[in-house]
Structures are given as structure tokens and as C-alpha cells.
Nanobody, 123 residues
């Protein structure tokens, strides 16, 4: 599967962005999906994920209540809705996929990665 994330940009603190990640292929519903981010000079870190089988969702503690992951299997797209953005949310955001994936919170839990989209939050 090929993934393409988009929707990044410059936003003021307190603002919102929605990041779509479009997937190729006809079996998107069989993929566990995740969002990660990487700030300059830092490791890639988990943001949110969704299990393929039952749609179970997990979030990193620092985004709970602010970010929402969702998917539209008819459109082969997973979304990350980001509200109440903070300057520390500034990073390149990546979507990731694994067939029959459990919605892992670790980088090694995914086989396919999008190219990333830059989100910059100004104070």
C-alpha cells in the first residue's frame, strides 16, 4: 500500500488542522493505521492509532482530548483531527499502516509509511 499524508501548514496556537492520509489499494479496511510525528532533533513518536479489526483506538497521553483519529474505508483515508494546537505540536506528521495491524504505538509495528506533512504551530 502507498500512503500520502497532506493537510499540514502553519497555524496559531489554539487553532485546528485536519490531516488526511490517502491510501492506495482495495484492501484498506484490512489495515491497522497509525499517526506518528517527529520534531527536529527528536525521535519519531507515537500520536494515535486504530486497530483494523474492531476500530479500537489509542492515543499518546499528550494528545488525549485534543486529537482524534478516524477513518473512511470507502475513501481509503485515515484522518487526524488536531484541535487546541500548541507550539510543542510542531513536527512532521507521518501516517503508517500494517495489514491486519493491531494499531501499535511503536514504529516497528508498521510496514508502510507516508512521506510526512509538516505542521507548524506559532505562539
Amino acid at each position: 500500500v502507498q500512503l500520502q499524508a497532506s493537510g499540514g501548514g502553519l497555524v496559531q496556537a489554539g487553532g485546528s488542522l485536519r490531516l488526511p492520509c490517502a491510501a492506495s489499494g482495495r484492501t484498506f479496511s484490512r489495515y491497522g493505521m497509525g499517526w506518528f510525528r517527529q520534531a527536529p532533533g527528536k525521535e519519531r513518536e507515537f500520536v494515535a492509532a486504530m486497530r483494523w479489526s474492531d476500530g479500537s483506538i489509542g492515543y499518546a497521553d499528550f494528545v488525549k482530548g485534543r486529537f482524534t483519529i478516524s477513518r473512511d474505508n470507502a475513501k481509503n483515508t485515515v484522518y487526524l483531527q488536531m484541535n487546541s494546537l500548541k507550539p510543542e505540536d510542531t513536527a512532521v506528521y507521518y501516517c503508517a499502516a500494517r495489514q491486519y495491524g493491531s494499531g501499535s504505538s511503536v514504529v516497528s509495528g508498521y510496514d508502510y509509511w507516508g512521506q510526512g506533512t509538516l505542521v507548524t504551530v506559532s505562539s
